[in-house]
């Protein structure tokens, strides 16, 4: 495992991301945010392009340093996975709406919800790409279940769900220590010398096991595209790291890209189809490319001229 990371990218490569990752977190809610409030949408604005502008600075140096090839597929991993991510953004709205969370305690719940999204990723990524590397076949199998969820999200009509009433909230609330009336201000909280957990944590939990579900479709996604370590995870962090101010900056507008779904599912079985025929059919990556950001632009553009009749925000 570590000679497969190491012949992706050097050591100091590997270390060298990570402390600049956690160096910007630590900016990002130490120094910029240590006041807990609701981030106008000029400063979500400002975040979304310092994220943004980072992630395309390390995408000209990844271009600089391996080539071409490599460039156009992390950026191509960075689409796709910045893409699917806003499909979780969805989930988001309905999670801070159903636990009833307020604006100014969203962004902190985002942040502790990165750092999990991290670990998990990388746990995620190394036994993905462990796998296709160990057993060819693999692909398939990976492949098969991105055009299944594509056409299911496609074909298939989701009922609206209330988070706060899942089956995993009520088992919380019986197993653990539960303080409804704890608010949102903290994780735990103590009284009578007891630790009670409080509904922030369990919004984390939820947003964690959302963050959780949707990295099993996006993930196997990006390795379509390219089965290198260090690309696959570096652009999957760069597009998660950038996910909250995101968040709000669309999250007043989400109703009006109700035709992205459309897109996204396009898209996973359009990778998986590729997934699965590209031994006898390889489609180069500025293909793929191409495809996906036509699809979405296409998707987003028809949520615009089409909008639905029963409102635009949600």
Known sequence: MVDAL????????????????????????????RRVHAP???????????????????????????????????????????SLSVDNLFVFVLVFQSFQVDLRHQHRVLFWGVL?????????????????????????????????????????????????????????????????????????????????ATPMLLVLITIEV????FAVDSIPAVLAVTRDPFVVYTSNIFAILGLRSLYFLLAKMMGRFHRLKTG??????FVGVKMCITHWLPIPVHYSLLVIAAVLAGSMVASLAWPEEHGGES
């Open 40 to 82: 106008t949408v000029r400063e979500a604005a400002i975040w979304s392009g310092v994220w943004i502008g980072l992630a395309l600075t390390f995408n000209a140096l990844i271009f600089q340093a391996e080539g071409t090839q490599k460039g156009l597929e992390w950026f191509t991993g960075y689409v796709l996975e910045k």
């Open 264 to 269: 996204l599912a396009v898209v996973l079985a």
């Open 210 to 213: 959302a963050d959780l579900v």
């Open 6 to 33: 190491l012949q992706a990218a050097p050591w100091w490569a590997w270390v060298g991301f990570h402390a600049f990752v956690f160096l910007m977190l630590a900016l990002d809610l130490g120094v910029f945010n």
């Open 116 to 196: 999990g999204a991290l670990l998990m990723r990388a746990v995620m990524i190394l036994a993905g790409t462990a796998l296709l590397n160990r057993f060819e076949w693999m692909m398939y199998v990976f492949g098969g279940f991105l055009v299944y969820t594509g056409l299911k999200m496609l074909l298939v009509e989701e009922k609206e769900s209330n988070p706060a009433q899942s089956p995993l909230v009520r088992a919380f609330k019986r197993v653990v220590p539960y303080d409804e009336a704890a608010g949102h201000a903290h994780l735990l909280t103590r009284h009578d010398g007891r630790t009670f």
